[in-house]
T-cell receptor, first 116, second 109 residues
């Protein structure tokens, strides 16, 4: 039943490691997103994919690499993890409208990443 | 650059009181505005979406208004309940979704 799902829910790892977070949506949407929520609870977009193509990349270090194998999946791979990467990462999806505007976004439950 | 501000940052009310949450944004060229609810340690739940051509949206005890020209939206929650305690986030869409920092609401039984 879950519309947007993420795995894992929690991720604890050492500095310098490489890790991935997976996201899947079963809503039939064509646009997916990754957001980062920092310790101050502020949410900021990182990436957006439409039909497997990258359309938004918001000044994110190139250690972060999103990959979209198909419309229903958007995974986030992070290389050489740093302490500052500790945050909650949310995946979301929506159905794009004509003219580039977007409909309602639906969010996953989040992945809490802790880098030690 | 779009900036979204939510005031107040925190609000505590007794049960039954109506809640008024404010959101302002700097660039009125938006496609829509969305209100979300976030419970501690959980994801975001979409509450209401107002398209730029609309003035308000209603869902149950929730009503959201949008004044695009002045860059403001207000979320009203009628007859608050302890279960309404959460953080409420406002977000506007231009080419991306930009969030405010949220208003944390506590409804006291």
């Amino acid at each position: 039943d879950t519309a947007v799902s993420q795995t894992p829910k929690y991720l604890v790892t050492q500095m310098g490691n490489d890790k991935s977070i997976k996201c899947e949506q079963n809503l039939g949407h064509d646009t997916m997103y990754w957001y980062k929520q920092d310790s101050k609870k502020f949410l900021k977009i990182m990436f957006s994919y439409n039909n497997k193509e990258l359309i938004i990349n918001e000044t994110v270090p190139n250690r972060f690499s999103p990959k979209s194998p198909d419309k229903a999946h958007l995974n986030l791979h992070i290389n050489s993890l740093e302490l500052g990467d500790s945050a909650v990462y949310f995946c979301a999806s929506s159905q794009a409208r004509q003219g580039g505007s977007y409909n309602e976004q639906f969010f996953g439950p989040g992945t809490r990443l802790t880098v030690l | 650059k779009q900036e979204v501000t939510q005031i107040p940052a925190a609000l505590s009310v007794p049960e039954g009181e109506n809640l008024v949450l404010n959101c302002s944004f700097t660039d009125s060229a938006i496609y829509n505005l969305q209100w979300f609810r976030q419970d501690p340690g959980k994801g975001l739940t979409s509450l209401l979406l107002i398209q730029s051509s609309q003035r308000e949206q209603t869902s149950g005890r929730l009503n959201a208004s949008l004044d695009k020209s002045s860059g403001r939206s207000t979320l009203y929650i009628a007859a608050s309940q302890p279960g309404d305690s959460a953080t409420y986030l406002c977000a506007v869409t231009d080419y991306k979704l930009s969030f405010g920092a949220g208003t944390t609401v506590t409804v006291r039984a």
